[in-house]
Nanobody, 124 residues
Framework: QVQLVESGGGLVQPGGSLRLSCANS????????IGWFRQAPGKEREGVSC????????HYADSVKGRFTISRDNAKNTVYLQMNSLKPEDTAVYYC?????????????????WGQGTQVTVSS
């Protein structure tokens, strides 16, 4: 059974950091891409980042470039999203999702497996 499980969300002050994890089971990631998305209340789900698992190439939304870093641990079948210099506008539910590669990575409809999401709240 394919499963993606996010963890690591929480409440953090502006300027702080969090590391999200996306643990994958039921398949190996070597021919997959994992994308991170977020959805704030009343807004559409938006792409944050994507990593091609086998070659490690990465993509980022302009709003998070230089602050967020996506990485992977092949042995643990896990993808991480390190989030630094967090801002209140980063507050959202964060989801990870799987597809074949990062082509058109920002398009929600191109992913076929999704996790349940983890809440990130940036507030003082």
């Amino acid at each position: 059974q394919v499963q993606l499980v996010e963890s690591g969300g929480g409440l953090v002050q502006p300027g702080g950091s969090l590391r999200l994890s996306c643990a994958n089971s039921g398949f190996t990631l070597d021919k997959s891409a994992i994308g991170w998305f977020r959805q704030a209340p009343g807004k559409e789900r938006e792409g944050v980042s994507c990593v091609n698992f086998n070659i490690g190439s990465t993509h980022y939304a302009d709003s998070v470039k230089g602050r967020f870093t996506i990485s992977r641990d092949n042995a643990k079948n896990t993808v991480y999203l390190q989030m630094n210099s967090l801002k209140p506008e980063d507050t959202a539910v964060y989801y990870c999702a799987r597809k074949g590669n990062c082509a058109a990575w920002e398009q929600v409809g191109t992913y076929y497996y999704w996790g349940q999401g983890t809440q990130v709240t940036v507030s003082s």
